[in-house]
Structure formats: structure tokens, C-alpha cells
């Protein structure tokens, strides 16, 4: 009888989402407030069935479950940030990309940076995007334990793998890194993975086989500490909004490109407009269900 009331409660719990904004309305306390204020605050998942509502830079994510702080081939770190939450299809992602980490030479398994907040949405600090419990960051540290305390989580770096200012990979760099981030890319629930542009031609130039993985494998600035891997939305998560897919091929001219503008940088565009200073979110930027996420108990 508790499960089938489990049940019940889960499916009101889900109808509740489905009211359009009209009917939800925005609560006087949320009104005004940047929703990075009203999510960051939340201890916990919501009693909701999983699922990401809006895209992956604004929204939110109902039913997250949190990664546990240790597994067999994973430890979470920085749990002071409250951040190992994610959907479902996220945890499971971790877990398996973690043990074929854990059968590279030198390597127990995978630490885990950030994933999302308890309910997912925009963030206190750090992150524009890691909104829906989709995106996962994933230490280019090679894990030679997985006892750290709470304390050794929080102190512990990864380490970089760049050179050249991410021109290059650099001596930490091993061939590890190259098959675990292919078995992430090879994963057919990857949307793509963002990686400095080094890294990515120098998996350009090193793989030997089929090279349509390389396609997930994505530039982009920082991310030399760890890779950033972002998961397509979910089947059947009508409320969730799919970033476009990358441009066909490989991507490896692209990311050569990306090099040789670190090397020879081009001249500054006298006629660029300055940069507009990023508006902070609130509950009325966000799709109409995140109200009923923030709110549920």
C-alpha cells in the first residue's frame, strides 16, 4: 500500500508540472528574485518523476538523484558544492563511463566535478549551463585511490593538460585520456563533449580508427582540467530542448583553426560592438514547470 501511495503522489506530483504558467502563476516571493538565489539555496532533489525542463543554460531539472559520494570506479568532489546531482540517465552515464576508466593503466576510476544543483537551474557561481542534470564534469586527474575524506575532496586539484595556452597537450597527457573521453563520445546518450583545443587535435592526430566519435568532440575555452560532458535530452522529456547537433565531419579542421589563433592571434575588431553584460535569470525567464520544482516539498 506505501508504494502505491509513492505512486500517486509521484503522478500528482507530475500533473502539477504540466499546468501551463497561467495557472501556476509566479509567487509574490519569487518575483524579482534572480532564480540563481531561489535554486542555489535547496538542499535537495524534488518528489517529482525525472525529468529536465528547458535547455541546458536555462532550466531546470524535476526527480534528480544524487550521485553518491563514492563508488566502486568514482568519487564525488567538491561535496561542499552540493553539486553530484543530475538525472537519472546522468548518474548511470557515470557509472559506466567510471569502470572502463577503472581498466586504463594507472587509473581506479574517474572524479567527478560538478554536475548540478539538487533541482538543477542557474547557478550561485561558476557555471552558465549544468541547468538540467545533463552536463557532467569529469577530472582530467587520473584517480590512483578512491578513499579520499570529505577533506582531501575539497583541497585536492586536478591537474591541466595544456601547453601553449591549450595550443597543445602537454607531458600529462597519455593515451588514457584519449580512450576514456572516446568511450565517453562512443556513448549513443553524448551530445558532445567540450575539450581545450589541443586536446582535440591531438585526437585528431592520434586516432587510428573509426573517427566519427571525434564529431562529439568539441573546442572550446578552459577545459583542461577536466572535460565537460553534456548528454542529449532524454526520450520521451518533451520538456527538455536539445542543443542543434555538431556540424557533420570530424571537427578536426575546426579545431585546428581554434590552434592557430592561439598561436597567432588576429587583430582585435576596432568595430565590435562591447560586450553586453550577462542579465541574471528569474523564475520568468525559466520554462513555467520550474516554478512547481522549486516549490514541491
Request: contains cysteine; hydrophobic residues 40%.
Amino acid at each position: 500500500m506505501f508504494k502505491g501511495m509513492k505512486l500517486i503522489a509521484a503522478i500528482c506530483a507530475l500533473a502539477a508540472l504540466a499546468q501551463p504558467a497561467v495557472a501556476q502563476g509566479i509567487p509574490g516571493s519569487m518575483k524579482g528574485v534572480q532564480a540563481k538565489q531561489l535554486f542555489g539555496k535547496v538542499k535537495s532533489g524534488s518528489p517529482h518523476v525525472a525529468a529536465p525542463f528547458g535547455s541546458y543554460a536555462k532550466g531546470c531539472m524535476a526527480g534528480g538523484v544524487q550521485l553518491p559520494e563514492t563508488g566502486p570506479t568514482w568519487q564525488a568532489m567538491r561535496l561542499s558544492r552540493n553539486r553530484n546531482w543530475g538525472h537519472p540517465e546522468a548518474v548511470d552515464f557515470i557509472r559506466k563511463l567510471s569502470a572502463k576508466a577503472a581498466q586504463q593503466p594507472g587509473w581506479a576510476g574517474l572524479y567527478i566535478g560538478d554536475i548540478s544543483q539538487p533541482r538543477g537551474g542557474p547557478m550561485l557561481s561558476g557555471h552558465r549551463s549544468h541547468q538540467l542534470g545533463l552536463d557532467m564534469d569529469i577530472w582530467m586527474l587520473a584517480p590512483k585511490r578512491l578513499n579520499l575524506s570529505r577533506a582531501e575532496r575539497e583541497n585536492l586539484s586536478s591537474v591541466s593538460m595544456r601547453r601553449a595556452k591549450g595550443a597543445y597537450t602537454n607531458s600529462e597527457w597519455t593515451r588514457a585520456h584519449h580512450e576514456i573521453i572516446k568511450a565517453a563520445a562512443r556513448d549513443p546518450r553524448t551530445a558532445r563533449i567540450f575539450v581545450f583545443p589541443g586536446a582535440k587535435v591531438q585526437m585528431c592526430n592520434d586516432e587510428k580508427g573509426n573517427r566519427a566519435w571525434l564529431r562529439k568532440i568539441r573546442p572550446w575555452w578552459g577545459h583542461h582540467y577536466h572535460f565537460h560532458v553534456r548528454l542529449k535530452c532524454p526520450k520521451g522529456a518533451r520538456g527538455c530542448v536539445d542543443q542543434a547537433a555538431p556540424p557533420a565531419g570530424d571537427g578536426c579542421a575546426d579545431a585546428q583553426n581554434w590552434v592557430n589563433d592561439i598561436l597567432n592571434p588576429p587583430p582585435p575588431d576596432p568595430n565590435a560592438p562591447p560586450p553586453k553584460k550577462r542579465r541574471e535569470y528569474t523564475m520568468a525567464d525559466l520554462p513555467s514547470q520550474c516554478v512547481s520544482v522549486l516549490q514541491a516539498k
